[in-house]
């Protein structure tokens, strides 16, 4: 039986007493999924953009914190409040992770913590 570790970025918001940021095991860590707030645990300003661009950037922190990286990425899923955000988050994700990009999912979530517009989890490699 694989070690299940816990991980923890200390660069994201620390709700680290209902989550773990991610969990390590067997080859994979399955990240948690992230929303658009800042170390501080409050919302970044700004739409869509800048909210895809703060998931990302904390999936990134995760992944550093759990011995990865984006390149080591297999499997994406992003969670939009509404689909008409698909092409400007899109535009975004296109320019922040690199190529090749990995498998992913979209889909439009009725309703997501606190109410944010995207919230985006990953699966990788380490």
Same mark, same amino acid.
Request: proline share 6%; hydrophobic share 35%.
């Given at each position: 039986?694989? &070690?299940?570790? /816990?991980?923890? @970025?200390? *660069?994201?918001?620390? !709700?680290?007493?209902?989550?773990?940021?991610? &969990?390590? #095991?067997?080859?994979?860590? !399955?990240?948690?999924?992230? #929303?658009?707030? =800042? %170390?501080?645990? %409050?919302? #970044?300003?700004?739409?869509? /953009?800048?909210? &895809?661009?703060?998931?990302? /950037?904390?999936?990134?922190?995760?992944?550093?914190?759990? =011995?990865? @990286?984006?390149?080591? #990425?297999?499997?994406?899923?992003?969670?939009?409040?509404?689909?008409?955000? !698909?092409?400007?988050?899109?535009?975004?994700? *296109? %320019?922040?992770?690199? &190529?090749? %990009?990995?498998?992913?999912?979209?889909?439009?979530?009725? /309703?997501?913590?606190?109410?944010?517009?995207?919230?985006?989890?990953?699966?990788?490699?380490?």
């Amino acid at each position: 039986m694989s &070690t299940v570790e /816990k991980i923890n @970025s200390s *660069e994201n918001p620390q !709700f680290t007493h209902i989550l773990s940021h991610a &969990t390590k #095991v067997g080859g994979l860590i !399955f990240l948690s999924g992230q #929303v658009p707030n =800042g %170390k501080d645990g %409050k919302l #970044v300003e700004g739409g869509i /953009k800048e909210h &895809t661009a703060q998931c990302i /950037k904390n999936l990134g922190n995760v992944l550093e914190a759990a =011995g990865s @990286s984006w390149e080591k #990425v297999v499997k994406v899923n992003v969670y939009l409040k509404d689909m008409d955000n !698909f092409a400007p988050m899109n535009e975004v994700y *296109e %320019k922040l992770l690199p &190529t090749p %990009k990995p498998a992913r999912t979209c889909i439009q979530a009725a /309703k997501l913590p606190n109410d944010v517009d995207v919230e985006i989890e990953a699966i990788a490699s380490y």
